[in-house]
């Protein structure tokens, strides 16, 4: 029953990240940026890795320079294959690959685009069928044929 409650209580982190993503999507990008930073300061280097993920996949999007944003998406990487195989970050693969690939598009290195798609398509059977996992299926899609690739 207590692991029952532990599981359902919110996670206040996360809470926190989503307030600030909500911020971002709002346009305030440099404010959401600075807010994402204090936190991974707060988090320090032995913070959750399912946090830290999290919140440099987010720190990633805030990013102006594509090198920069490649650099905390691959920050995200590393913290999700240092949570160990847990349930929610497996579900973060298929996005986590799926922008890196969009990053090094940007940055003009097919290639390596190219095996983060495939890495993506590969882990696209963790999603579920909810708009999150439709979202990611449909970026999916667009970068296939950006980089004209198929299934």
């Known amino acids: 029953m ?30 959401a940026r ?10 320090g280097e032995d913070g959750d890795p399912l946090h830290r ?3 440099a996949h987010y720190l990633a999007d805030t990013q102006d320079d594509p090198s920069d944003e490649l650099a905390w998406d691959l920050r995200a990487l590393t913290e999700a294959e240092g949570a160990g195989g847990a349930l929610a970050v497996r579900a973060l693969y298929p996005s986590l690959h799926l922008n ?7 940055l003009d290195r097919a290639e390596a685009a190219r095996v983060h ?13 909810d708009s999150y996992g439709d979202g990611v299926r449909a970026e999916l899609r667009r970068l296939e044929a950006w980089l004209g690739e198929g299934p």
């Open 117 to 129: 798609l495939r890495r993506a398509r590969g882990a696209a059977g963790e999603l579920r069928d």
């Open 2 to 31: 207590a692991e029952q409650q532990e599981q359902a209580a919110p996670d206040a982190v996360l809470t926190r990240i989503g307030q600030v993503v909500i911020l971002h999507h709002a346009g305030d990008r440099e404010e």
């Open 53 to 55: 993920c999290t919140l």
């Open 34 to 43: 600075r807010r994402l930073l204090d936190l991974w300061t707060e988090l």
């Open 100 to 106: 890196l690939a969009a990053d090094y598009v940007k």
